[in-house]
Every structure is written in structure tokens, then in C-alpha cells.
DNA sequence: CAGTAGATTGAAAGCGCTTACAATTTCATG
DNA sequence: CATGAAATTGTAAGCGCTTTCAATCTACTG
């Protein structure tokens, strides 16, 4: 009973109608319209018209279905609520609006099971290609990914195989910097928040931390090295346990990144200390609110956005040639000084 | 020459490969995968058997194509830097990722022509529903999403119309609470710093701050009340101004939400006065830096992760069941008594 | 002017899925 | 045991697009 669609359903213009009212086939205008070089340009013309006239928007799955550009990647993150992803995303989101691409986003909230399972899925979505950050469970995946010559790119993570594209900060030099800044104004107890150390970037920093301590002839101290997870609960557990438990306290705390330093910073205060007099605080990433906190937090920049964008524009040459080889792209780290920073006080010839 | 790809490219897995494995047709497998009721028990189990062994996950293009579900949403922000849009995110991830739904997300980035683009492309898209957070040029749009019948609903913005389902905080109830407690604490001076006017919440705001003004027999000082932005720098710039130039200054601000007060700040601390000594500050909101602040941001809390949620599941109904009356639904806000407000010590009887 | 390479266009076969519609099976009833 | 309704499954027609292949057209060349 029901006539064929196209003629009077007015809620959806099709390629069909556009062909129609340029007088040409949908081939053609499908070449056309994706930009398929051996059109004439009295036809391209032609055919640009007939889509301005009826507000003609491809139809995704359809385009995706057949085999054609969704112009829509994809973006794994583990959280949303903090600045860290959000500069990211500000970054990619920049240069995929330029190339006029769509970003579908999709939360792990760290779960291992979400992160496999929504993997898979982009896989057979509408996306071309993914951006994981800090993804923690590649393993479970990567295989996959690569049997499908899916593109994808990872940010701030890398994996044994050395065999994936990824964007990252020099975090090994950033923390390095870091604690020396540290022992340059005299610190010698220096605790260190750990981050989450299945990331790659968390043992990075840790390495970077013990490095310049040696670096620096102080002796490391197990029990200033505490257990952290990026997050800032974590920090300020991690903080209030070191001022309650360890003997001398520590000096200065290197927080493994500014969300644990937030955290570090309220268990301090709790703790009747002041920021920076009696003690220094410093962390790593420089998220938006790290110059917003009172006093602001002097920390190691990454520069997130640029990260994001790069990501993005690896991400799209792998699309646009699968065949190209893998490659590991490294910034500088930036030591950002601000107000949580002070020389110590203490003129004490450390022991273990 | 080319074989039907099914049997030997191992790279997808697709419904027909599952019917073979199972015995069944892709018809049965495609009616057990999207919950068809008459399926018979063995027939269900016999097909998820076949999914599970071969890894099958739907492919989400040629679903939406032929018509089905393709479980995805779409999400339309402003911005991502700041930690509004992150949290009402949050909420609504969850309650998609409970239902297994994906989200696709567009970030206008405050341009009016990406948010309409965006909103012509989404509605061609895989994507079966649109939430918008505090969208601005709603009228550009709106005829062509109900010309459509495609569901959306509001978050943070109203339009004249009332024929659109919206979620909201009370605004209005909101901002004259916060100024009254102002009141209460002798201020008298109290400075307002607007949002952007072309968003619904920020008007209502300042009725509610006007309001409650009134209520208290406070006569209306036009310089008192601030241009703003929503963003930080226009809190800056707005504290930094009526600083500078009214005499006497306000002993107190209020800030059409937590990113301006944060600018605030900024402005006041540069200015030589302590917060909240000399001069009270309280903000809306309740965006998760507010409490990250130093000192921490007295404010109104409007449940946004709450909101996020309410918007989600409010749009879920509305794709299950088009015809369902649209709703606004308004939520309680909260003030949050934290650090930035004081009594005013000045006892100054008020001239204009 | 026939012949030909190259440019441009059209016809038609899917992409992987949903869903009328039709066919088959099942099973309680008469 | 025939019968019909209900339950279950299969057949096949698209969804709107890209792309291969073939057809047509154009402009030269000899």
C-alpha cells in the first residue's frame, strides 16, 4: 500500500532527491559530494545548488554502510570530570571541526570490562578510526584493533610492543625536573605521590623522581614514596598518611599528577600546615585548575591540548593511509612555577 | 570474481555469519539481537551461543539504516573546559551506559553556526536522540527537529515556545536565596555579576537577585550590576570594574555562576582584599572546583550531575514513545555554605 | 571524417541490518 | 484425526549511500 517514500515524505531528503532535482543520477552526485575528482565543474555546480536548495545532509550510517567516509572518530576516555580530559578533548575537538569530522564519545569511568567491550563496539560503528587516552587495559583489545586495520592512536600511553601510533609528554624529564627543582631549594625529604601505575606515564614519573633523587645524592626513602591512583582522594590519603606517619615529615610532596596534588593539598591544610612556608607541593600536568587553586599550584606542564590536537591529526593521516608506520610522538614538559613552591627552611643533614 | 565476502574475510563478523553458525536465519538472529518477543527460548540461546562464540557485535550503520536502533545519543555542549558540562555529562553517562547507549558529542564552541550545523547533521546521523546543554540559538533549529519528530530535550535553557521538554535548576529561587542570605549577613552593597543574557538561566538569575534585592529594601544600584559572560575573564573584568569605579564598592558579589565568581576572585584578591573578610563572594553552580578553591566558594548547587541524568532518561522516553506530552522539569537548588561570604562589618546606613 | 584516448556520467550491485509478509510448526479443540 | 489459532521462523524488500563497470561524450589525430 505504501508508495515508495521518497515522493511525498517531506521529512527526509535523500541523495535520490537531490539527484533528481539537479537532472542527474545519484552516482554522479554522490561523486560529487564526495569529492571524487572526474566531475565537471558545471555538474558539481549543479549539484551544489540542488543540495543548497533542499538542505540536503548526507546520511551517515547510509554513507557508512556503504563503504564510504562517516567523517566520525572515536574517543575513549576514563573520566570526564576532571580538567585533564577536557583540555584533551579541547584540542581534538579543535582540529576536527576544522576537517569538519564528529567525535563520539565514549566513558570507561575506569571500568575494564567498559573499556574492552566499547572497543569492540567502535570497531564495528560508525567511526573511522579511535583515540584512546590513558587506556589501561589494551591488552584486551589491541589485537583486535590491529587484525581489523582499525587506525587509532593512543594519548598518554604507551605499550610494550612498540607498535602503536601514540602521543605523549616527556614525563620521565617532567618529574625529573621536577624533584631537582625541589632539591634546588633545598628539600631533602621529598615525598612522591604515586599515579596509577598500570599507565605507563605513572611509572614514568616515578622513574623521573628516583633518578634525580639519586642525581642528587639523597638517599631514596621507601616510606616517602606512597601509593596513589591520579585521583584525589588518592592524593589526599596518600598526604595525610605521610604527615601522620613518617618521621621527619616530609618537606616538600611531588604529587604524580595536579588532581592528587589538590588532594595532597587539603590533607595538608587539615593538617595545620601552610602552603608553601612549611611546605612545598608540586604537580603534574597543569589542568586548568591548577592556577585557580589558592595558592596556585606550581607544577610540571603537559601541554594537553597540543597533545589532543596532535593526536587527532595522527589519528587522521592513519586513516587516510593505513599503511603508514607507527610513530611515537613526545613533547617537552614545562616546570610551571607558582605558589605552592618555597625554599626549606630546615637546615638538617639527612639520614635514612 | 570477487566471492561473496562473507565466507572467508575474517575481519567482520556479521548477522549472517551468526545465523549460519546457529542454523537459524539472519531474520530469527536479528529479532533475538534487538529483543523481539516471539522468539522461541532454545532459539534465543542457540543465538547467543553463536554471538558469543564468534564475537559478534552488531554493526551499528546498517542497523540504523534499516530502521533500528542504534542506541546512541547524541550530546550538544557549548564547551568542555570547565567542569559544568563535565559533570551533567557524567550524569547522563551513566544512565546511558546502564542502558547501553553511546554518545556522540558536538561541542559548539559557543558559534552559532555549529550549533545549527550541528543540529541539521545530528539529525541525519546515526543518532536517535539529542540533549542540548544551555544551547543559545535554539530558533535556528527548533521548527526543523519537530518538523522531524526528532526527540531532544533541553538541559539549562528554556525557549518561549514551553513546547520543548527542558530540565533546569530553579534559577530564579536560587539567585534570590543566595542574595537574601547575602541580606541576612548585613550586606547591602551587593554586586551582580550577570551571565550571558541570551540564556534563559542567566536572566532568571538576575530577576531572582533584583527579587530579592526588593524584598530587603534595598534600592536597585544600576552600577552595581555587572556585565558578564558566564567565562572567568568576564568575572574579572566585571570585579576589576566595579572596584575601580564605584564608591563606595560593594561589600559583597554574586556571581551568575562559579566560573565568573572564580574570575572574581581573581579580580579581588588582585585588588588587596580578603575574601571573605572584606568583601563576600558566593557563586552558582556548584561546579566541582568550586570546592577545590581556596577559600572554598560559597555557592548555590545545582544538582547537574542529577540534571544530566533526569535529561537522559527523559529523552530515552520520549525516543520510546514519540507522542508523550513534553515536560519541564525543574530541580531544587542548594545553598552551599562554605567559606567565601562573612557578616559585613560596615554599619552603613544606605544612600544610592 | 573515421578512430581513439580520455573525460564524464549512468546503471546496478551491494554494504549489514530490520521488518512486513508469508510459510511453517505447534497444539488444544471439536 | 481434522481444524484453526497462536507461536515461531523464513523470505525478501528495502534503508541511503558508494563504487565498479560499462556507456556515452568530447576533443583530437591522422
Known sequence: MS?????????????????RTAGLSIATVSRVLSGYEFVSEATRKRVMEAVEQLGYVANLPARRLAGGRSRT??????????G?????????????????????????????????????????GITEGLLLIAPQYT???????????????????????????????????G??????????????RIAFIMG???????????????AALIDCNIPLQQNLILEGNYQQQGGYEA?????????????????????????????????GLSIPDQISIIGFDDVPQASLVYPKLTTVRQPLEQMGQIAAETLMER???????PQRITLATQLILRDTCAPCLLHDSEGS
Chains 1, 2 share one sequence.
Open 3 to 19: 508508495e515508495r517514500t521518497n515522493s511525498n515524505n517531506k521529512l527526509r531528503v535523500t541523495i535520490s532527491d537531490v539527484a
Open 73 to 82: 572518530i572515536g574517543l575513549l576516555v576514563p573520566n570526564l570530570d576532571n
Open 84 to 124: 585533564y580530559v577536557g583540555t584533551i578533548t579541547l584540542g581534538i575537538d579543535k582540529v576536527l571541526s576544522r576537517i569538519n569530522c564528529d567525535l563520539v564519545l565514549y566513558a570507561s569511568h575506569h571500568q575494564p570490562s567498559k573499556e574492552t567491550y566499547y572497543v569492540h563496539t567502535i570497531v564495528n
Open 139 to 173: 591488552n584486551t583489545y589491541l589485537d583486535m584493533l590491529r587484525a581489523h586495520d582499525f587506525p587509532y592512536v593512543f594519548i598518554d600511553q604507551s605499550e610494550p610492543t612498540e607498535n602503536s601510533s601514540i602521543v605523549e609528554a616527556e614525563n620521565y624529564q
Open 175 to 188: 618529574a625529573y625536573e621536577a624533584t631537582r627543582y625541589l632539591c634546588n631549594l633545598g628539600h631533602r
Open 196 to 210: 596509577a601505575l598500570n599507565v605507563q606515564s605513572a611509572r614514568e614519573r616515578l622513574r623521573g623522581y628516583t
Open 239 to 271: 598526604a595525610k598518611h605521610v604527615l601522620n606517619n613518617v618521621d621527619p615529615p616530609p618537606t616538600a610532596i611531588f604529587a604524580s599528577n595536579d588532581i592528587s596534588a589538590f588532594g595532597a593539598m587539603d590533607a595538608v591544610r587539615e593538617h
Open 319 to 325: 586513516i587516510k593511509d593505513k599503511g603508514c608506520p
